[in-house]
């Protein structure tokens, strides 16, 4: 399916002299990545809105997106099983902070981040086969991937006590990112009801 959608761009391209014949090959790979990404971010987008968890997913989206652009990570060999072990990945997460987050401390969170860490200093980039990185990229990926890692670190500890069940699977995303690479509404809890958010 894949194939054909963009098989279909690049022949739109061609015919309106966009691109060359030379760089078909090129054209479609990228929309296949650009397109399996699309298909996972909605999946992502439509679990979490099912689920009530539409703010965390996005910030699923934004941590997972941002740290494996520069860290590299896991490359599947073809984009369904791409697809299904992100979706896994999330849904791993999903499950792990509405199980956990109630007994989660600071210092549970900081055990987890620094971890991420650890793996990100010890082996950040990981370079696909497909596409060595120069040894200049792979010294600027390496540098910008710490400084997100810290970043994400920083703020999921600063935030910490407004956000909990966030924080978990933000830093539990960092720690499990080599399988593949605000403040939320205070919430309130009744003895038979879920959680619900002012």
Known sequence: MLY????????????????????????????????????????????????????ESVLFLMVF???????????????LSCSVLFISLYFILLVFAGMLYKNFE?????????????????????????????????VINRKRSIIISIIWSLLTLVLFSWLKKVAVKASGKSSLYLMYQPKEPEILHNDDEKPIFK
Not at 17 to 32: A, C, L, S, V
Not at 124 to 136: C, G, M, N, Y
Request: hydrophobic share 45%; proline share 2%.
């Open 65 to 79: 997106i941002s740290t494996r652009e520069y860290s590299g990570g896991y490359h599947a060999k073809s984009f």
């Open 106 to 138: 600071l210092y549970h969170i900081s055990v987890i981040l620094l971890i991420h860490l650890f793996i990100i200093l010890k082996y950040s980039p990981i370079e696909s086969k497909r596409k060595p990185l120069t040894q200049k990229v792979v």
């Open 4 to 55: 054909v959608w963009s098989t279909r761009l690049v022949d739109i391209l061609l015919q309106n002299k966009i691109i060359k014949e030379n760089d078909r090959d090129i054209y479609e790979y990228g929309f296949q990545i650009i397109i399996s990404s699309m298909i996972g971010i909605l999946m992502v987008g439509a679990i979490g809105l099912i689920s009530n968890r539409f703010i």
